[in-house]
């Protein structure tokens, strides 16, 4: 049975990580390891991690200290875990089952190196957008997969490398961009919203993040070589704009 490596970025987060370990330790999936990168936190999120390993039926590392922001953080992450099957995570599980499933659909597909599906965007009030990309289609559709709901082989980060903390907003982005622009790559796909995403992060919080991360989304296309970045960059932010209009 492979291995799956959840690897969470922490810092003064602990009005969310409860919920997000809770989430994780109701998974079905029998072999899983949490890997938990602090940033050096002081608000009792220290407190939650120990409570965690202590009482967790997974695996569980963690570290605390300071990095240069999450990306670099998620590159510390990583260096913990020793599992078959990557997946950067700091959400919500929506189903039991949603690990078993992800491994189901990537053993059902061994030609791909990967798989994804859908999610939401919500806070505990509203639904704000649902992320439903489909199957794999060309970068140049626009089409890019949810990063929360990748479940990568550890193989991929071993032969394209980690996430750039140059980018301050935009490094998964890049770092998808680096992996998918080589079209033998595929993904599997499960068509079910498997992951709630807590709204207000660093790309979403505001307008603003919005505009930052697509100028960081044209230069990551940019510096992987790939053609008719302008034009990427209209139908991504249409295919953005439809999900919030279909969640209306």
């Known amino acids: 049975m492979k291995t799956v490596s959840l690897i969470l970025t922490t810092y003064n987060s602990s009005a969310l990580l409860a919920r997000t370990l809770e989430g994780i330790e109701r998974q079905d999936y029998p072999q899983i390891e949490v890997n938990i990168k602090d940033g050096g936190s002081t608000d009792g999120t220290l407190k939650i991690i120990k409570e965690y390993k202590s009482a967790s039926h997974n695996t569980v590392n963690w570290t605390s200290s300071s990095d ?87 193989e991929i980060y071993e032969k394209y490398g980690l996430y750039n903390p140059e980018y301050r907003i935009a490094a998964d982005y890049e770092f998808m961009v680096r992996f998918l622009k080589d079209k033998e790559n595929r993904l599997a796909y499960l068509p079910e919203t498997i992951i709630r995403m807590y709204y207000g992060g660093a790309s979403t919080s505001s307008t603003g993040s919005y505009l930052l991360s697509l100028k960081e989304g044209h230069k990551a296309l940019k510096d992987n070589g790939v053609k008719g970045a302008a034009l990427i960059d209209v139908l991504r932010t249409c295919r953005v704009l439809w999900q919030f209009v279909k969640t209306k």
């Not at 599980?93 to 999610?119: R, Y």
Request: glycine share 8%.
């Open 68 to 154: 240069n922001g999450i990306y670099d953080a998620m590159n510390q992450g990583y260096q913990l875990c020793t599992g078959d099957i990557i997946v950067f995570f700091n959400d919500l599980f929506l189903q039991k089952d949603a690990i078993s499933k992800m491994v189901n659909c990537l053993n059902a597909n061994p030609e791909c190196i990967g798989a994804h599906a859908d999610l939401v965007y919500a806070t505990d009030e509203k639904v704000v957008r649902y992320w439903k990309m489909g199957p794999q289609k060309s970068l140049h559709l626009g089409w890019m997969p949810g990063h929360p709901t990748l479940f990568l082989k550890r």
